[in-house]
């Protein structure tokens, strides 16, 4: 009888082990991908150097595979947090192609409106739309993961820092102007200071010249950490820099102010990029001291602005003509 009690325990615990899904998640090296397929400009050649690259992500793993994979020093093993555990796995889809987009839209932004300091011909049309909701605590069931707020107390805004800013300062009752599947209406939420919200900024782009087209490799992938590459392989497309004779892998976000956000999986990446024979890898200057062990085998350029990534390409190639 106890033979028998004990291997209905071991059989349990094993179904346990191998089935029951836990709050923990990993994050796996993925590999890299040239930025020049992701879009096609008219009359203008981009370099076939510059690479973003990409992380494979996993929820809710089992306990056994959270075991196997501490084993493995080049996957990160984490515990959910509680703000990522209320967001489902629709929520999560939502929010991946929502980075995807906005980091697209910055790019091509932040890319023409340099890119006609050197170049006036270059022209861009945009305007300002709204702020799309990221992450809400679920407790604001009314406010949806993907609505665009377009504005908020009919106040009536034209940028996105202002509006976030405002937002962010209010308490109690607050009327947010909504855009959800093509309608437009209104809707009252009650917040504190200390509830949690995570916006993109939206915005629609009218024109540009050159022409610019985006292929469908770009959602291959979600998420926004590709966006500084992005911009530098459509700037320097723009600008017509030919110099690139490597290969350079980067990742980062690129920000509403041209500033370089954060990212998940940094160590996944620069292991990535160093496995793939890279010597150049660009990064956001906040995250270094995660990768500074990787310095003996790969170059690491920390940056904070756009402009100073474009530096970064200069200074390893040189200057343009």
């Not at 004990?6 to 836990?22: E, N």
């Not at 919200?197 to 939206?202: E, I, L, V």
């Not at 509403?256 to 150049?280: H, P, S």
Request: aromatic share 14%; hydrophobic share 40%.
């Amino acid at each position: 009888m106890k033979i028998k009690r004990s291997f209905i325990f071991v059989y349990i615990y094993l179904i346990l082990m191998l089935s029951v899904p836990t709050n923990y998640y990993i994050i796996a090296p993925n590999e890299s991908k040239t930025i020049k397929e992701a879009f096609e400009i008219e009359g203008y050649e981009q370099s076939p150097y510059l690479s973003s690259i990409s992380v494979i992500s996993l929820d809710y793993i089992t306990p056994f595979m959270r075991l196997v994979y501490r084993l493995d020093p080049n996957m990160d093993v984490d515990y959910q947090s509680p703000y990522e555990q209320q967001i489902n796995v629709f929520e999560q889809i939502i929010r991946s192609k929502n980075q995807k987009n906005a980091s697209i839209e910055q790019a091509i932004i932040w890319s023409y409106k340099l890119a006609k300091e050197k170049v006036n011909s270059i022209q861009i049309d945009y305007e300002f739309v709204g702020m799309i909701v990221d992450y809400r605590e679920t407790f604001f069931d009314n406010l949806l993961i993907g609505d665009i707020i377009i504005d908020v107390n009919h106040q009536g805004f034209s940028d996105y820092e202002s509006m976030g800013l405002y937002f962010l300062s209010l308490e109690d009752e607050v009327i947010l102007t909504i855009s959800r599947n093509q309608e437009i209406f209104d809707i009252k939420i009650h917040k504190t200071k200390e509830h949690l919200f995570r916006f993109y900024p939206k915005y629609e782009i009218h024109s540009t010249y050159p022409s610019i087209k985006l292929n469908d490799i770009l959602w291959s992938t979600g998420g926004p950490s590709a966006g500084m590459m992005y911009t530098l392989s459509i700037y320097l497309g723009l600008t017509s820099y030919d110099l690139i004779n490597e290969l350079v892998v980067g990742t980062g976000t690129i920000r509403y102010n041209g500033e370089i956000g954060l990212i998940g999986g940094i160590r996944q990446k620069v292991y990535q990029a160093y496995k793939e024979g890279a010597k150049y890898f660009i990064l956001p200057k906040a995250q270094l001291n995660e990768v500074l062990d990787f310095e003996s085998k790969i170059n690491l350029y920390p940056v904070e602005t756009i402009e100073d990534a474009i530096e970064v390409i200069y200074d390893i190639f040189g200057q343009p003509i």
